[in-house]
């Protein structure tokens, strides 16, 4: 497979960053043609790899959104990724599962730690995730926003920013329920460093 190289572009150095570090996590970033319309119209998500479409401006925030929803996705459930992480393979394996290990209502199942990432896979998770990864890329946390569509328009993007600049925003708690970071507060007590840090960057 022959992957063309990047045209130039502004934000070519900051893909280069974005591409290599998701690649040291596991995850793969080809730029090529779409093999098929997904959730948006540049990027296409299947298993552990995402498609970027080759023949348009390249949005970062959106291939590190989409690296976000493929992190905080079960392992167990990463293979059936393909283009949507509502598709209903993957809700059917999610339901199969709960069914079998989620007997406790009253601890809502917190002794199983799969339990635990599948309540918080949501899209807050995600954004979270892709502002510790613009950090530790070492690129602008403001390139997450630049599609102001994703978040429902400017004002909310620079909402969410903004949250997120202060650790306050709800996805950070998501994040921490699965295991994958700390709140502030649990790290002091624990004696970890709190987001952005990131205990673990692939759920389990």
């Known amino acids: 497979m022959t992957i063309q190289p990047l045209p130039q572009h502004p934000c070519n150095d900051y893909f280069i ?3 290599d570090f998701l690649a040291s996590i596991g995850i793969t970033v080809l730029l090529q043609p779409l093999p098929k319309k997904g959730f ?3 990027t296409y998500i299947s298993n552990t790899t995402i498609f970027v479409s080759e023949n348009s401006d390249i949005s970062l925030g959106e291939v590190l959104h989409e690296a976000g929803h493929i992190a905080t996705m079960p392992s167990q459930f990463r293979h059936l990724i393909d283009g949507d992480i509502e598709a209903p393979e993957i809700l059917e394996a999610i339901k199969q599962y709960l069914d079998e290990h989620f007997h406790d209502q009253l601890s809502c199942g917190l002794e199983d730690p799969t339990c635990r990432a599948i309540f918080q896979i949501d ?5 979270a995730w892709s502002y510790a990864a613009a950090l530790e890329c070492g690129v602008p946390t403001e390139i997450l926003f630049c599609d102001h569509e994703s978040f429902g328009g400017l004002k909310q993007s620079r909402e969410i920013h903004h949250m997120l600049s202060l650790n306050a925003y709800i996805g950070i708690n998501s994040l921490a329920a699965s295991g994958m970071t700390c709140q502030r507060t649990a790290a002091k007590f624990l004696g970890k460093k709190p987001f952005p840090h990131m205990e673990k960057w ?3």
Not at 123 to 127: L, R, S, V, Y
Request: avoid cysteine.
């Open 202 to 204: 692939m759920q389990i």
């Open 17 to 19: 960053r974005i591409r």
């Open 123 to 127: 899209d807050p998770a995600a954004t």
């Open 40 to 42: 948006f119209s540049r």
